[in-house]
């Protein structure tokens, strides 16, 4: 809820320095130019809640994303080029929760390695070229789309977000997850299957920043050597703004979404009250040291 009420705050600020902020164009963009960073949130978000991070999110985006391409541009359909570019993501997702899980890492370690392979593979692949196939319009509805007067991307982050916060919220494996970061040793002894529990999320994560790739794939038809360069550092601020504590066992996906939406509302709050772009950082950094504040001024609270 506070969060919420901190972007209704934002947006009113807004709406009142600038009359363009409110017109339905906009808004269409705003909401499209932050759906991508929203949807990688909710596979992120489920990793910090069970105590882990997964800094390899935005290498996987962009190999996902190059991969498909590469898919398109030796004649696969779009099927098979489609389940290219999400098995990239399911493989690396399987690799960093194998190494959490059976090679003891520290999730920061094992998907920071992972985050430097993607993008070396990446330039590797390209020599630094972006690959721009020809793509069939069924494939660039993906991206580009609408359905009614709603963006493509919008509409399937919010699928996902409700998916996974039913999931979250009613299901057995949710509980799992959040007693996984709560308390991972009582979990265990309570008869959790914590490794295969964080197996699951850290391929889940994968999963969805694969998806979140061809998404951008589709909208710009181009696959660029630096695509998802620096994007987790926004995924992680969409939680962490959210309400996810990074002490893991706290968080939500509602309130994920939220916090991509707010960061997204800054930055177009930036752009159309002229300030400069380079102080869009110094606000969202500023934002993040807030949130993550006040969840350690609230855990510590809660000790005492």
Not at 111 to 133: D, H
Not at 134 to 162: H, K, R
Not at 283 to 289: D, E, N, Q, R, S
Request: charged content about 5%; overall charge neutral; aromatic content about 8%.
């Amino acid at each position: 809820m506070s969060v919420l009420i901190a972007l209704v705050l934002v947006s009113a600020g807004i709406a009142m320095a600038t009359p363009y902020f409110l017109t339905s164009d906009n808004l269409m963009g705003v909401f499209r130019s932050f759906s991508t960073t929203a949807i990688m949130s909710i596979g992120m978000v489920m990793v910090i809640i069970t105590g882990g991070i997964d800094l390899s999110v935005g290498s996987v985006m962009g190999l996902a994303g190059l991969v498909t391409a590469l898919a398109f541009q030796h004649g696969f359909s779009t099927v098979v080029s489609v389940a290219c570019g999400l098995g990239v993501g399911v493989a690396f997702g399987m690799t960093n929760g194998l190494l959490v899980t059976v090679g003891r890492l520290p999730p920061f370690i094992a998907t920071l390695g992972t985050l430097s392979i993607g993008r070396g593979l990446m330039y590797i692949v390209t020599k630094g070229v972006p690959v721009t196939p020809e793509t069939p319009d069924i494939f660039n509805q993906i991206g580009q789309g609408y359905l009614g007067s709603v963006p493509a991307p919008v509409v399937i982050m919010v699928v996902l977000a409700i998916v996974f916060s039913v999931v979250m919220s009613y299901t057995t494996f949710g509980r799992h997850v959040y007693a996984t970061g709560g308390n991972e040793h009582a979990a265990w002894i309570s008869g959790v299957n914590t490794a295969r529990t964080k197996l699951i999320v850290y391929t889940l994560s994968g999963a969805i920043s694969s998806l979140a790739g061809i998404v951008a794939f589709s909208r710009f038809l181009s696959a660029e050597p630096a695509s998802g360069f620096g994007v987790e550092l926004d995924v992680i601020a969409a939680a962490a703004i959210g309400g996810a504590s990074l002490a893991g066992g706290v968080g939500s996906v509602q309130g994920t979404v939220i916090g991509a939406a707010l960061t997204g509302i800054i930055a177009n709050g930036v752009v159309l009250m002229n300030i400069n772009t380079y102080a869009q950082q110094a606000i969202t950094g500023a934002v993040i040291l807030i949130a993550v504040s006040i969840d350690v001024w609230r855990h510590g609270a809660k000790e005492n």
